[in-house]
């Protein structure tokens, strides 16, 4: 079960009201890089994960993650709290309080008049949360690899959001958040490479063959090399040509056994559909051109 702390997990301190910044936080409230996002994404990792140690540490890292929702969806609320009471009770001019929702020039009117100033759960864009965000596929070598790669998105998303703002209180609370992204990314690269066999992903092996084969397929100037076509755990680089592919031999096209009837009937469709090249018949796109010469 859950248990609520009243107490948020780091202390927000908010200089001013600023409703067009707190629409760019909306970014880390209700976007794919954003806090429901994380914490939706290590819980439904967790329900299902085998490992008790993994187990605990999603459970305890989704529970952070929704801690950070907190925070973040906290400090937009404080962000627009004095333009959400400024619009409540009607203490400016119509024409004064549209410019001052503007804020930024983004959408924060929107906000401020859908939403009453509340997080919405939407990104900065207006474009609702939704569950597509979380690409778990339900194998911890390749959902470890993916929450990496998620934390290290939402480090930079609140990076760029630091360096969109001098407000001290918001830039050390996002400093904070962005600094639990660094130790959550630090956790997931140790539980990936705590495992026995972490890679390649699954219990299948490579075809020998290919596993180590790297193919430059991009040719001419501008051709370059590293560690990545040429370093350990790479032995051949392959050049596509008329003698190196189809790379496991055969005649390079693609088959099926079909049975009578099918091929009766993939015969049919295929002579209904046929082109003659020695037909060059009239179109509409020669009228038109013949129409437009007449008319000269
Ligand atoms: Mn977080
Ligand atoms: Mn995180």
Do not use: C
């Not at 890089?33 to 459970?59: C, I, N, S, V, W």
């Not at 959408?107 to 990104?123: C, E, K, W, Y």
């Not at 430059?216 to 596509?240: A, I, Q």
């Amino acid at each position: 079960m859950f248990n609520h702390n009243k107490r948020l997990q780091y202390t927000v301190r908010v200089g001013e009201s600023n409703p067009g910044l707190a629409n760019l936080m909306l970014e880390q409230f209700g976007g794919p890089q954003g806090e429901l996002a994380a914490a939706m994404r290590y819980f439904t990792q967790a329900l299902a994960e085998e490992d008790p140690g993994r187990k605990d540490m999603l459970l305890d890292i989704a529970t952070e993650e929704l801690s950070h929702l907190e925070v973040i969806g906290s400090i937009i609320a404080m962000l627009n709290r004095g333009a959400k009471g400024r619009l409540a009770e009607t203490i400016d001019q119509h024409a004064e309080m549209y410019r001052a929702l503007q804020g930024a020039g983004n959408d924060s009117h929107v906000t401020q008049v859908l939403f009453g100033g509340g997080p919405a759960l939407i990104n900065s864009a207006g474009v609702p949360w939704h569950a597509g965000y979380v690409d778990t596929i339900g194998e911890p070598t390749a959902d470890l690899r993916s929450n990496i790669a998620a934390e290290a998105r939402a480090k930079i998303v609140y990076e760029r959001l630091i360096n969109v703002t001098e407000d001290p209180g918001v830039r050390d609370a996002l400093t904070f958040l962005m600094t639990r992204e660094i130790a959550h990314q630090k956790s997931f690269e140790k539980a990936l490479y705590s495992m026995d066999k972490s890679f390649p992903p699954g219990k299948l092996p490579g075809d020998p063959r290919f596993t180590d084969v790297y193919v430059n397929t991009s040719l001419g100037e501008g051709d370059r090399t590293g560690p990545w076509r040429e370093g350990k755990g790479f032995t051949e680089v392959l050049v596509p040509g008329e003698d190196t592919i189809p790379v496991n031999g055969g005649d390079g096209h693609a088959d099926v056994g079909l049975s009578t009837d099918e091929q009766a009937a993939v015969d049919a469709f295929a002579e209904r559909g046929a082109s003659d090249p020695t037909r060059d018949p009239v179109t509409g796109a020669d009228l038109g051109t013949l129409q437009q010469e007449a008319a000269r």
